[in-house]
């Protein structure tokens, strides 16, 4: 004879083998509370689109002078950075910002300090037909990568249309969609390995949420999803020459007050190798960095011990390419 359980005692039945399960599933996969996310370990991009517009990244015909690449400003042994306060100009009558890294750029809500690309592809064009940058047109492009026979073939294969304006842009965003360094000790720190960060470096990170820095920089970039003042606490005069307009970010673009010297908040993964730092290459050190972040956007003055931890745990930051960890020339990987 079948029996039945009653009906409150089945449901609590229910109610229990679902909690075990729901408790199962967060041993599996421990939730991450974290503002910051680690970078995927990979991206799938075509690989023979992601080829061709590594080989225009590094084409010089890009520029009408024939001397400039998007490597000439963003080379992979510096960080993707050219270690320069201000990118040089083609144009004397441009003063340019300080180049930000081409390493994860995909993962950015926009491109430029001010935001004015919304897109990869549109932060290319910008550059090849700046007359402060690449100075080129696109007839002229066009048509010296037309002259080019292994270009010819090389578009043929990767697109079914071949050489054009569109495909041009499109090889060299998705080359650039694949420069992701992830595997950085901070990534596997929140990946549950807890002893890839020191006590120092652990500190640092609880300092960076503490003070309120996560605020602008959280998500898998640290940074760069967002667009906040500089100076919101304190006027960033002092960083600037005596002779120097202020730069006033969005502003230029939008005209609304309220984006005036707002800028695009930077990520700061590999922030420990692109130095200088700021739109305009202030600050020299990452310390320096560090200690104006505290005075003008927090409104607090970091004391040494409180700005070493923030450094150290900065450079935990640093991610790899290419399976190696990055480093500048100068400098060997810390062995871990």
């Known amino acids: 004879m079948r029996r039945t359980l009653p009906g409150p005692v ?16 967060a041993i599996a996969e421990p939730q991450n509370d974290e503002p910051i996310s680690p970078l995927p370990l990979s ?21 009408r ?37 081409v390493f994860n750029a995909a993962f950015n809500l926009s491109f430029n300090w001010d935001g004015s690309a919304r897109s990869l592809e549109v932060q290319a064009d910008q550059v090849i037909r700046s007359p402060a940058q690449f100075d ?16 010819l073939a090389a578009f043929k294969t990767a697109y079914p249309d071949g050489l054009t304006q569109h495909n041009v842009l ?16 901070f990534d596997k720190y929140l990946r549950g390995q807890h002893d890839a960060l020191d006590a120092v470096e652990q500190e640092g990170y609880q300092l960076f949420k503490g003070f309120g820095c996560v605020a602008c920089h959280q998500g898998m970039n640290v940074g760069g999803n967002l667009y ?60 320096d960095a560090v200690r104006t972040m505290g005075k003008v956007q927090l409104d607090r003055t970091l ?10 745990f900065l450079r935990s930051l640093t991610g790899e390419f290419d399976g190696k960890p990055l480093a500048l020339p100068q400098q060997e990987p810390a062995p871990r």
Do not use: M
Request: hydrophobic content about 40%; aromatic content about 6%.
């Open 10 to 25: 089945l449901r609590r039945l229910l109610a229990a083998l679902l909690a075990g399960a729901a408790a199962a599933a």
């Open 43 to 63: 991206v799938a991009v075509d690989p023979e689109r992601a080829a061709l517009g590594g080989r225009l990244f590094r084409e010089t015909r890009l520029s």
């Open 65 to 101: 002078s024939n001397t400039q690449s998007c490597a000439s400003c963003h080379p992979f042994e510096h960080a993707g950075v050219d270690g320069l306060a201000r990118a040089p100009s083609a144009s004397r009558a441009n003063i340019l910002r300080n180049t930000p890294t």
């Open 136 to 151: 080129n047109t696109w007839q002229n492009l066009l048509a010296t990568l037309q002259a080019d026979a292994g270009y």
């Open 170 to 185: 499109d090889a060299l965003a998705t080359f650039q969609r694949g420069l992701v360094t992830p595997n950085s000790r």
């Open 228 to 287: 906040q003042k500089f100076g919101v606490f304190r006027d960033t005069k002092p960083g600037r020459r005596p002779d120097e307009a202020p730069d006033l970010g969005r502003y230029g673009l939008t005209k609304q007050e309220r984006d005036r010297e707002v800028f695009r908040v930077p990520s700061l993964r590999n922030v420990a190798l692109t130095a200088p730092y700021f739109h305009d290459g202030r600050a020299k050190t990452l310390d």
């Open 303 to 312: 004391s040494q011990q409180e700005t070493d931890a923030i450094v150290q």
